[in-house]
């Protein structure tokens, strides 16, 4: 669901989202990202399948930077709210938010994606009808994220 230029994917936390000491393992954070980008691009209109079958293209990750606040537990329902902060030519970045059912903030990162083509992996144009929709959605926002430095 998108309102207000950031787009907010929930997650449900299972036992197998959780580590020996009961929290949720720091790596899923990773994987709760990922779905909520991939759920981005198809709220957006633009699904992932329409990227690499007619394009050739796929995102990638190119650098992660994760902030771990407060633990999740077992049961708890996340959050990710996703925001795009730029738009380059064959790049974007994310700034995702995984918060907690009373808005708490739980982790914050920011992800640096590129545009690729699949054949050789070379930096490739973000497609214009991509480029548009998350440059509207980036634009779309009223109020600013807290950065990672201001949380």
């Given at each position: 669901?998108?309102?207000?230029?950031?787009?907010?994917?929930?997650?449900?936390?299972?036992?197998?989202?959780?580590?020996?000491?009961?929290?949720?393992?720091?790596?899923?954070?990773?994987?709760?990202?990922?779905?909520a980008?991939?759920?981005?691009?198809?709220?957006?209109?633009?699904?992932?399948?329409?990227?690499?079958?007619?394009?050739?293209?796929?995102?990638?990750?190119?650098?992660?930077?994760?902030?771990?606040?407060?633990?999740?537990?077992?049961?708890?329902?996340?959050?990710?709210?996703?925001?795009?902060?730029?738009m380059?030519?064959a790049?974007?970045?994310?700034?995702?938010?995984?918060?907690?059912?009373?808005?708490?903030?739980?982790?914050?990162?920011?992800?640096?994606?590129?545009?690729?083509?699949?054949?050789?992996?070379?930096?490739?144009?973000?497609?214009?009808?991509?480029?548009?929709?998350?440059?509207?959605?980036?634009?779309?926002?009223?109020?600013?994220?807290p950065?990672?430095?201001?949380?």
């Amino acid at each position: 669901m998108i309102m207000e230029g950031r787009h907010h994917y929930p997650v449900r936390i299972y036992y197998e989202d959780t580590d020996a000491g009961g929290i949720v393992y720091h790596a899923n954070y990773l994987r709760f990202a990922e779905r909520a980008r991939t759920e981005v691009l198809r709220d957006c209109g633009i699904p992932h399948s329409e990227l690499t079958d007619d394009h050739g293209l796929m995102f990638v990750v190119r650098r992660v930077r994760i902030d771990y606040r407060r633990p999740a537990l077992l049961d708890d329902l996340l959050t990710v709210v996703t925001r795009v902060e730029s738009m380059g030519a064959a790049s974007a970045e994310l700034e995702q938010r995984v918060e907690g059912p009373e808005g708490e903030l739980r982790a914050l990162l920011r992800i640096g994606l590129a545009c690729v083509k699949i054949d050789d992996q070379k930096p490739a144009r973000v497609p214009d009808r991509w480029k548009e929709a998350l440059d509207e959605l980036s634009r779309s926002g009223t109020s600013p994220v807290p950065t990672l430095g201001e949380q």
